[in-house]
Nanobody, 120 residues
Framework: QVQLVESGGGLVQAGGSLRLSCAAS????????MGWFRQAPGKEREFLAT????????IYADSVKGRFTISRDNAKNTVYLQMNSLKPEDTAVYFC???WGPGTRTYNYWGHGTQVTVSS
């Protein structure tokens, strides 16, 4: 079993940057793919990025490609999401999850989320 805790959210002005972290507990982290998602009020949960266990493969949603970067440090059991050039429409609760791929169904463990608010 894997437990996930996100951190690093907050309030930032448009054009700014934030780095989210997701700390994982459990032995299977280093062998598991990881992903980042977000959910804005009244909207469905949206896939953002995923990374495989060895960091050799990543997938990004078109909405964040070129602005967001997913990475991981297996020695620290942590996955990161570096977010640059933030826009007001990036405002949402951001979640990390254990799994792989661009859909929510292939993820079996989820964190509780961290709020990101981008002001214009």
């Amino acid at each position: 079993q894997v437990q996930l805790v996100e951190s690093g959210g907050g309030l930032v002005q448009a054009g700014g940057s934030l780095r989210l972290s997701c700390a994982a507990s459990g032995r299977s982290f280093s062998s598991s793919g990881m992903g980042w998602f977000r959910q804005a009020p009244g909207k469905e949960r949206e896939f953002l990025a995923t990374i495989n266990w060895s960091s050799s493969n990543t997938i990004y949603a078109d909405s964040v490609k070129g602005r967001f970067t997913i990475s991981r440090d297996n020695a620290k059991n942590t996955v990161y999401l570096q977010m640059n050039s933030l826009k007001p429409e990036d405002t949402a609760v951001y979640f990390c999850a254990a799994g792989w791929g661009p859909g929510t169904r292939t993820y079996n463990y989820w964190g509780h989320g961290t709020q990101v608010t981008v002001s214009s």
